[in-house]
């Protein structure tokens, strides 16, 4: 209660209301209003699966681009410009995304002194109003579409859920003896879940901005069709995508032993050596230090060059003896700070130096896990999801010979090429 006293008096929202969009609607849904609410949730997954589709299409090209690769600014002043002409001739998205929110999500039989109450008012006339309602949305679908994900943070929830309110609000003009702004609250909801592909919390959510206990219902049957049209459309939601542009390698331990079953069922076996990378690769990532444990920093530096002409930035320098064992392995981030540290000291390339003792001892993980080239696949899947590992030593069952190394990024890449 004190808490919600202080808020009150507070006022962060600038509305005077304790939620973001607080709404008090006079009127109740019937039965009928369902199949509207289920349309609405249609029409919300469809716009999730396509906007993931088309954002995932425009990150891999446009953004690919040299131009816009290397200039980053540049992209966003063409979106600001973007957006400057598309939505400030149009009323109902000129101002902010929150302010516009609130406004669609108004009720008219309480505040007939709005503008959009005064439009849905009229009698005849109402063509302009229309046309501002269908231009709104397809704005909002096509900004939200090339803006997110660019170098200036533009979110998704807000924008989605304009998306949505508009377009509820357009299909409330058409059903008689209720508030549009009902519907512009479902269908910000179910837009929302499309994109982003939450259901509980999002209904959850929806009550938390909108302090409506009344419309949970019909926010959870929109929630919950968006989200079963938009994964037919799209198996990943758009955070899921931008986390694989992005090359996060994030593992879902489940999803991916369910892919290694079909591919056992499709292949007859699916064993760790699957993921053993090249020879060549290999040889590239593979350091002998006999039987004194000593190597030279020119061999070092050899190797950080060949890592860093992959193109990649998480691999690693594999140590092993003379009988072919794993003595320890040194990430190439570490590579990285121990060349800076051998040029900074003045090290002297031909010498070598000891892996026992000292700085190269500290860099060098000499308790890697491993696992058997012959193990079942789902080991290195329960290892790297469980346990958090970054990298397994995979070696030969009777010898106890390195056979590679395998990241986690590797093992993903695996799972890409399956589907």
Known sequence: MVAAAVLKELNPTGTGKLVLFETNYGVDYDVIHYLVFILLGVCGGVFGGVFCRANFLWSKSFRQISVIKKSPVFEVALVTLLTALLQYPNRLIRETGDIAMQRLLVDCNNIEEDWICQQEAKVTGKGTYYAWLISGTFFKLLLTTITFGCKVPSGIIIPAMDAGALFGRMVGQVVPDISPGIFAMVGSAAFLAGVSRMTVSLAVI?????????????????????????????????????????????????????????????????????????????????????????????????????????????????????????????????????????????????????????????????RPLSVLAKAPLEYAVELFGKLGVRYLIVVEEETARVVGVVVKKRLLSFFDGLK
Request: hydrophobic residues 35%; negative net charge; proline residues 4%.
């Open 206 to 366: 929806m009550f938390e901005l909108t302090g409506e206990v009344n419309f949970i219902p019909p926010s959870i049957i929109a929630i919950l069709t968006a989200k079963w049209v938009a994964d037919s459309i799209s198996a990943d939601g758009v955070y899921d995508l931008a986390q694989h542009l992005q090359g996060h390698p994030f593992l879902d331990a489940e999803q991916a032993l369910s892919k290694v079953s079909e591919f056992r069922d499709c292949e007859g076996s699916a064993t760790v050596d699957l993921l053993v990378p090249p020879q060549k690769i290999m040889e590239e990532m593979t350091v002998s230090i006999g039987p004194n444990y000593r190597v030279r920093p020119s061999t070092l530096r050899t190797k950080l060059t060949c890592l860093r002409g992959r193109g990649v930035s998480d691999a690693g320098l594999v140590f092993v003896n003379g009988q072919g064992r794993c003595y320890g392995y040194m990430s190439q981030h570490d590579l990285e700070h121990l060349s800076q540290m051998m040029e900074t000291e003045g090290w002297e390339e031909t010498t070598e130096v000891s892996l026992l003792e000292g700085t190269l001892f500290k860099c060098i993980d000499t």
